[in-house]
């Protein structure tokens, strides 16, 4: 993952994802909004106490980049569960209810979601040409989000998990999410090699949850081959990114958006 300094906004992106006419995405960072502490800046998510007005204006400025705005590009309702949703451009402007997951293969058609610690997952698919975001928490990790987007994909656009390029962007690492019940539990009973992914890292006796190898090895475990790691901790830096545990819940919301450019839009 690196820095894309060419916009107006800071941005970042993948290596492993191509930039083309065909195929654009992005994670924001906090920076270069107009929304005031603790939203600073560009919170995109009305989920939280900012003022509507800033969280559009911030709209406006991160879709922009794209030629985009809040009604011309996918939202989903996000609720830390398993269900995925095909879309399309009809979708345009509305929210997807109670899905953490969405995919598309139709050219024009833009997905977004927000984050504060829970895992931005994007799925491309460059034989079938399709794609798909996701959000995964601890939940969402256990619940195999990740997994089961890679299966829609396969079922919607007969993807094969093999040619999927993903990429698994910034949120939470062990380094800063301490963990208890029930999220311990849950970890030991979803995966094999749980210890692993529950590291003690020195700040006392409690485990912390290693989140972003979680997701990776969900991507695995569905066949995945190709999998770029952001390596960026957004509780390490609120510099970037809002944290909702390093800032104890009162912060904003990052965005991303991938999307699959078609002629004559965008
Ligand atoms: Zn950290």
Redesign the pocket.
Known sequence: MFFDTSNELPLLRFASLPQNGRLQHAVFTRQGGVSPAPFASLNLSVSVPDEKARVYANRRRAYGVYGRDTGSVVHAHLVHGRDVARVTQANNGTWIPEVDGIITNELGCALTMNYADCTPIFLYDPIRHAIGLGHAGWQGAVQDLPGAMVAMMGREFGSDPADLVTAVGPC??????EVGEPVIGAVQSAFADAATLLPANGHGDRPHFDLPEANRRNLLRAGVRYIEMSGL?????TDLFFSHR?EKGRTGRFGAIFMLQGNGFG
Do not use: D
């Open positions: 939470i690492g062990p380094c800063c999410y901790c957004t509780a390490c830096r390093a």
